[in-house]
């Protein structure tokens, strides 16, 4: 008896890993999929859709399912199958469904119409995965966000974006069940909203007279006017859109800094003398809203105009990176800090925030800010968007203010994400993909209630550097993807699952027009001596599945047809050797290494200085690996830095040799490189 028990077991937990070892291609995975039913659902029969909910918001998403399994085959009002869909309220989050495959019926459930549309978009994409067969395999989803704000911020002062693109990011972040789009709308570098009552904000600082070229400081200006701005039509016609999609749209009116662009446009908002302009470089101006009531008033009506267009619950208020220089030099705000027995400049900054906190609370709104606005004191109801690290979060959710996190190491989507010399112009930082996916967004050292005020997480896409469209979608894909799964999944499967589900989800972004960088095929190479030291063999890693590496030997450019890179390469002569990436018929990435080989090849490095863990890739044998170091990216793993400490290197050679030349490539001039022991 004890017996057969076991082998019942074995048998059980055999079938449930054959089945569990089909992946899902769901994006973001879902919090509970059981493979425990046989059988799958047939595409290719009559779908009959069955639904009992006359909540018109669910009409959209049945009409999007029709459209969609068109492409499979007829919807019928008889059909062989059905697809049923009903609203449960056993079902306790806001946003959760369930999703039932079975061999002859889908049955959806949702707590409203959002839980039916996240459960539609799940369907969509299982549909995608199995349109070959057109046969999805049994499966059931019980599904539900970790976190209730799943945000992404567009950053359209610095450079704007037309809103068709707002309108296409928003169809991907429905697809990927992300629900506030918060819109960055004033800055010092253009204000982008037209407000009717004061002309002058998009007319006068809807524009800038040129735009410093490349990184900061810049070189040189291109002397061209840029802007532009949304109408107040285009506005409220994008939040009606976003809302069929289940997607709030939050917009920004920064205060009381980066308000350049206002000032321009009505000189009287600020006391500070200087000259008045629309910014064309990027970082933080001293000129600022002054806290008079003529700005109160400004900002009042402004906001009056912003409340009609956007019915969000919660307004951001900007409150970042307000210098107070001007705010000292003033003697009307010396004044008003003792008439009103304000501290000091950090308190009149609250003071600033909490008039306007009151005025937007009256029209029973919320206010969300950045993370300064904690200091001199947080407004009574203010919600905290967590920037310079989690300090300012925990504080907020000690302090029981809700919080959403969006610390600049894991959701500056301005910050590079490759290595590769190709990656685009970025504004610092290194936040690859899986630094992105490994992001864990509830602080610790917060106790069970203070961490409920945690509510989401938002990644942000600030765009000094993002001249257009296809650059935000390089920059917002696919790190985004990985985002989404953090604000969603509450027990993430891992990095690698995740990839595994990403690379088909790569084709559908491309399908869609959408640009995304290809980090995930960047390919690492790394060189050895061979044991007869007569040359290397050359590893290349790094290129996730399906994608393919090929190569070239001689210097000749990388196509679709060049060879297939299956072994390790042994280079036995100098030669520039290529290794490419190809991923659907296209290749994607590409290294060059440049070899040679000389009299070091075969030395052997006995002894050499450590250096800066930053620099030490290669190791001691990067010395002698053969290949240079490029001259333009000191962080493609072949340079050894000292970072101006003194540093040294023993080579022994193995017979007598006669050099004629010795090089040493040095990022920096060396007063004392003394070669010593050489015959030169
Ligand atoms: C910010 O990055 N200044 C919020």
Redesign the pocket.
């Known amino acids: 008896m004890k017996i057969k028990c076991i082998l019942a077991f074995l048998i059980i937990s055999l079938h449930v890993q054959k089945v569990s070892a089909q992946v899902f291609n769901i994006l973001p995975y879902p919090n509970k999929l059981e493979t425990t039913t046989k059988g799958q659902f047939d595409l290719n029969t009559t779908i009959e859709i069955a639904t009992t909910i006359t909540d018109p918001m669910v009409t959209p998403t049945i009409q999007l399912l029709k459209e969609n399994l068109k492409q499979y085959h007829k919807i019928s009002p008889i059909g062989k199958t059905k697809f049923e869909i009903y609203l449960d309220n056993s079902i306790t989050n806001k946003e959760g469904y369930t999703l039932s495959i079975a061999s002859n019926k889908i049955i959806l459930k949702g707590n409203n119409a959002i839980g039916v549309f996240y459960g539609v978009q799940t369907f969509l994409q299982l549909a995608e995965q199995f349109k070959k067969t057109k046969l999805i395999p049994a499966v059931f989803i019980e599904d539900a966000p970790a976190l209730s704000y799943r945000g992404l911020m567009l950053d359209v002062s610095r450079h704007f974006f037309p809103i068709d693109f707002v309108k296409k990011l928003v169809d991907i972040m429905a697809m990927q069940k992300m629900n506030n789009l918060h819109m960055h709308l004033t800055d010092d570098q253009g204000w982008r909203i037209e407000i009717k009552k004061y002309p002058k904000l998009t007319k006068v600082g809807g524009y800038r007279n040129g735009t410093i070229i490349g990184k900061f400081p810049g070189d040189g200006n291109t002397n061209q006017r840029y802007g532009g701005f949304y109408t107040q039509a285009e506005l409220k016609d994008l939040v009606k859109y976003a809302a069929t999609k289940f997607i709030n749209i939050v917009p920004e009116i920064e205060m009381p800094g980066h308000a350049s662009a206002a000032i321009a446009a009505y000189p009287a908002l600020s006391t500070f003398e200087s000259e008045k302009k629309v910014q064309e470089t990027w970082g933080v101006f001293e000129d600022v809203f002054s806290p008079t009531e003529y700005t109160f008033n400004f900002l009042q009506d402004v906001l009056d105009e912003v409340l009609a267009i956007f019915p969000s619950p919660v307004i951001h208020i900007g409150g970042?990176?307000c210098p107070k220089e001007a705010w000292k030099r003033s003697v009307f705000c010396q004044d008003l800090m003792k008439q009103k027995g304000i501290k000091d400049e950090h308190a009149l900054q609250s003071y600033f925030i909490q008039r306007i906190e009151k005025y937007i609370n009256s029209k029973g709104r919320q206010i969300i800010g950045?993370d300064e606005i904690l200091e001199g004191g947080l407004a009574p109801n203010a919600k905290v968007m967590s920037?310079r690290g989690e300090a300012g979060g925990i504080e907020a959710a000690k302090q029981h203010h809700d919080v959403i996190m969006t610390p600049i190491d894991y959701c500056y989507f301005n910050f590079y994400q490759s290595t590769n010399p190709k990656d685009s112009i970025a504004w610092g930082g290194f936040l690859p993909l899986s630094k992105v996916y490994n992001y864990n967004p509830m602080p610790k050292g917060l106790n069970e209630l203070d961490a409920t005020y945690i509510k989401g997480i938002q990644a942000n896409l600030?765009t000094e550097y993002v001249t257009n469209v296809k650059l935000a979608e390089y920059m917002l894909f696919p790190r985004s993807i990985a985002f989404a799964e953090v604000a969603w999944t509450k027990q993430k499967p891992g990095f690698d699952h995740f990839v595994k589900r990403l690379v088909p989800y790569l084709s559908q972004l491309k399908a869609n027009d959408i640009h995304y960088s290809t980090q995930l095929f960047d390919i690492k190479i790394k060189s050895k001596l061979n044991a007869q030291k007569t040359g290397f063999t050359l590893q290349a890693t790094g290129v996730a599945s399906p994608a393919e590496l090929i190569y070239e030997m001689s210097g000749k450019p990388l196509t679709i047809k060049s060879p297939k890179l299956i072994a390790p390469l042994t280079v036995s002569t100098s030669a520039t050797i290529s290794i490419g990436a190809l991923f659907e018929n296209t290749v994607v990435n590409e290294v060059h290494a440049e070899f040679t080989i000389n009299k070091a090849t075969t030395a052997t490095i006995l002894n050499t200085s450590t250096p800066d863990p930053a620099y030490n890739q290669s190791g001691a044998q990067g010395w002698s690996n053969g290949i240079i170091g490029s001259s333009n990216r000191f962080n493609d793993g072949e340079w050894l830095g000292f970072n101006g400490k003194p540093f040294e290197t023993v080579m022994q050679f193995n017979k007598t040799e006669t050099l004629q030349n010795v090089q040493c490539m040095l990022s920096k001039k060396v007063d004392d490189l003394v070669v010593e022991g050489f015959v030169v």
């Open positions: 970042d990176e950045w920037w600030w």
